[in-house]
Every structure is written in structure tokens, then in C-alpha cells.
């Protein structure tokens, strides 16, 4: 079946620092991607839809700046928090569709739990 | 706007008996209907999709949805200690943007 490679899965860095989580569809060509975060026992929240070759489109309340997603490809989705603050520690998931008849909401990457010390 | 209801648990249920889960949501207009389960610290994997009103059943797993009533839930049949995750219930509205809206989740805890 489809799959869907979320890197890394985890990562701890210095406040101020910027992260990039990669998230790459390894059998079918991604046109959609979505990144969600999960704080502690909460739910997944839609922080930005990305279509290919095209700007991200950030749900409200996030910031655009802060959080810099790339879809240059068909495969590659990268989010890149920048300076990040312990605020931003959290577990960021991203979702594939791919074109027309394939399942919606079935292709999620493994996540990544970020930790901003 | 699309709103997601669950309740968020814990459900305790033996090993061997029936777990029922269940979603309510607002937007009389959605259209497909998905039901997740996540272990700690894992992303959600799909267990379950549905689409039509009725149940929907694969191995122990069992969905119902009722678009008049907005309800849908999922059914565990011989619930297994595996079976101890958080549950989350997502619905496609139709939009184009093909985004998901999840609910809270339910603890489920299935006790040996």
C-alpha cells in the first residue's frame, strides 16, 4: 500500500534554532499534502494545506512566517518551524493525497515529536 | 463551522466484550467518514472508512453512520488489550480542499 515517510521522528533543538521535517510519498505522486500538530491528548489540528508547485494555504491563527512549508515536488513536503520556542514543542504530522480515486485521509507520515529547549 | 464531537473517555470495557464509540457532528453536509486509531505517540493509522448511511463492517470492526441523526460510531467486537488507543472520528466535508476535521478522540482501555 501507499506509504508515507515522515523524517525526522524525533528532534530536540536549541530555542531560536530552526527545524525542517520532511515528509515525502514513497509510491504515489503527493498533489495534496497536509501538516497537522497534536499538542499532549488533544486532537490533530490542520496547520496548512500545500499543493504542488503552489503556496501553502495556512489555517487561521498560524503563522505563515514561523512556519514555512515547501511542496516543490510531487514527492517532497518539507515544514520548517523557524525560531523556534518551547511553545512550538510538539508532534507534527503530515498527510498525503494523491490524484483522483485514491482513499482521502489514509496516508499519514509516522510524525515528528519536536522538543524546543 | 465544522465542528467534531466525541466524548473524550476513558472507556474501560474486558477483554472479549463489545466497544462502542461514538461521534456526533454539525455539518449536515459531509460526506465521507473516517475513524482512526492512535497509539501514544504515534500518528493515527485508518481503520475505518464510511460513506453511506447503514453499517460498514471489516474483521472486528464495525461502522454505522446516520446522516439524518449526524451520528456516526464504531464498533469493537472480542475487544483486545491491543485494542487500548485513542480513537479518533474526521469527516470530509466535500470541499475541494479534500481537509479532514477530527474530533478530540476517546480513550479506549481495554482491561486482560
Not at chain 1, 508515507?4 to 498533489?31: M, N, W, Y
Not at chain 2, 471489516?58 to 487500548?84: E, M
Amino acid at each position: 500500500g501507499a506509504v508515507v515517510s515522515q523524517h525526522p521522528s524525533r528532534v530536540i533543538c536549541k530555542s531560536g534554532t530552526s527545524v525542517k521535517i520532511e515528509c515525502r510519498s514513497l509510491d504515489f505522486q503527493a498533489t495534496t499534502m497536509f501538516w497537522y500538530r497534536q499538542f499532549p491528548k488533544k486532537s490533530l489540528m490542520l496547520m496548512a494545506t500545500s499543493n504542488e508547485g503552489s503556496k501553502a494555504t495556512y489555517e487561521q491563527g498560524v503563522e505563515k512566517d514561523k512556519f514555512l512549508i515547501n511542496h516543490a515536488s510531487l514527492t517532497l513536503s518539507t515544514l520548517t518551524v523557524t525560531s523556534a520556542h518551547p511553545e512550538d514543542s510538539s508532534f507534527y504530522i503530515c498527510s498525503a493525497r494523491g490524484p483522483g480515486g485514491y482513499v482521502i485521509g489514509a496516508f499519514f507520515g509516522q510524525g515528528t515529536r519536536l522538543t524546543v529547549v | 463551522q465544522k465542528e467534531v464531537e466525541q466524548n473524550s473517555g476513558p472507556l474501560s470495557v474486558p477483554e472479549g466484550a463489545i466497544a462502542s464509540l461514538n461521534c456526533t457532528y454539525s455539518d449536515r453536509g459531509s460526506q465521507s467518514f473516517f475513524w482512526y486509531r492512535q497509539y501514544s505517540g504515534k500518528s493515527p493509522e485508518l481503520i475505518m472508512s464510511i460513506y453511506s448511511n447503514g453499517d460498514k463492517e471489516d474483521g472486528r470492526f464495525t461502522a454505522q453512520l446516520n446522516k439524518a441523526s449526524q451520528y456516526v460510531s464504531l464498533l469493537i467486537r472480542d475487544s483486545q488489550p491491543s485494542d487500548s488507543a485513542t480513537y479518533l472520528c474526521a469527516l470530509y466535508s466535500g470541499a475541494g480542499s479534500y481537509q479532514l476535521t477530527f474530533g478530540k478522540g476517546t480513550k479506549l482501555s481495554v482491561i486482560p
